[in-house]
């Protein structure tokens, strides 16, 4: 009768831990699939927020971005835009939307009319009327104090693949000249090295010895004389 009775006391022990083990095992499968997913939502947020510039992006960029292969080629054979009205006329009417999740040419905040920040994904009548009304903006600083009072950080660093402040090419710091589309430390360098500037003519001259006429053209958007 004992040896009944602790054979049935093991086999309900053994069964509960195996139970337990199981369920043990099933919270660690449940832990690691909700990681995996979190993970995967960040890197997917991450991911979305990246616009690229039309004017910089590699053929390589805009593919695994999803652009048509047909957009592609008009990108690339008319490039560079000097507006984003020159971009749109290349991207049929439906399709626009969609694209410029993806990809776009930066608005000078200073110049834009109201009507073409719209263009931007997600910004509608009052924030266009937002980004104009803190003109004329000195910084791009200056654009992200100003615009924080309505939307979140995230946001702001979202509308900043949109946009720019185009710079004094005597007076801006260096700080100001990086923060342009797809100007580095050498660019930003060199920017500084031919100080003062007397004409504009003379920019061409000094930074086309370092850039093809495309990119110069490019990079003459961003800068002004007083």
Same mark, same amino acid.
């Given at each position: 009768?004992?040896?009944? %009775?602790? /054979?049935?006391?093991?086999? %309900? =022990?053994?069964?509960?831990?195996?139970?337990?083990?199981? +369920?043990?095992?099933?919270?660690?499968?449940?832990?690691?699939?909700?990681?995996?997913?979190?993970? %995967?939502?960040?890197?997917?947020?991450?991911?979305?927020?990246?616009?690229?510039?039309?004017?910089?992006?590699?053929?390589?960029?805009? *593919?695994?971005?999803?652009?048509?292969?047909? !957009?592609?080629?008009?990108?690339?054979?008319?490039?560079?835009?000097?507006?984003?009205?020159?971009?749109? %006329? =290349?991207?049929?009417?439906?399709?626009?939307?969609?694209?410029?999740?993806?990809?776009?040419?930066?608005?000078? =905040?200073?110049? !834009?009319?109201?009507?073409?920040?719209?263009?931007?994904?997600?910004?509608?009548?009052? *924030?266009?009327?937002?980004?104009?009304?803190?003109?004329?903006? /000195?910084?791009?600083?200056?654009?992200?104090?100003?615009?924080?009072?309505?939307?979140?950080?995230?946001?702001?660093?979202?509308?900043?693949?949109?946009?720019?402040?185009?710079?004094?090419?005597? /007076?801006?710091?260096?700080?100001?000249? @990086?923060?342009?589309?797809?100007?580095?430390?050498? *660019?930003?360098?060199?920017?500084?090295?031919?100080?003062?500037? @007397?004409?504009?003519?003379?920019?061409? @001259?000094?930074?086309?010895?370092?850039?093809?006429? +495309?990119? =110069?053209?490019?990079?003459?958007?961003?800068?002004?004389?007083?």
């Amino acid at each position: 009768m004992k040896k009944i %009775a602790i /054979t049935v006391l093991s086999t %309900a =022990l053994l069964v509960s831990c195996g139970t337990s083990n199981e +369920k043990t095992q099933e919270t660690k499968e449940e832990k690691k699939e909700t990681t995996t997913t979190e993970t %995967a939502k960040t890197e997917n947020t991450a991911e979305s927020l990246v616009v690229l510039n039309a004017n910089l992006a590699t053929q390589e960029e805009l *593919m695994k971005a999803g652009i048509y292969p047909e !957009t592609i080629k008009k990108i690339i054979e008319n490039r560079p835009f000097v507006s984003i009205n020159e971009l749109e %006329a =290349l991207i049929s009417e439906e399709n626009r939307e969609a694209t410029y999740k993806k990809v776009f040419v930066p608005l000078n =905040l200073n110049t !834009t009319p109201e009507e073409d920040f719209k263009k931007i994904p997600r910004v509608g009548d009052k *924030m266009a009327h937002e980004f104009e009304e803190y003109r004329p903006y /000195t910084s791009i600083k200056q654009f992200k104090k100003e615009i924080g009072k309505y939307v979140d950080e995230e946001e702001v660093d979202r509308y900043l693949y949109y946009v720019f402040v185009p710079v004094e090419l005597n /007076t801006a710091s260096e700080e100001d000249i @990086k923060a342009l589309p797809g100007v580095g430390d050498k *660019m930003a360098h060199e920017f500084e090295e031919y100080r003062p500037y @007397k004409n504009i003519e003379q920019f061409r @001259k000094e930074i086309g010895k370092y850039v093809d006429d +495309k990119e =110069l053209k490019r990079l003459e958007r961003f800068v002004y004389l007083k």
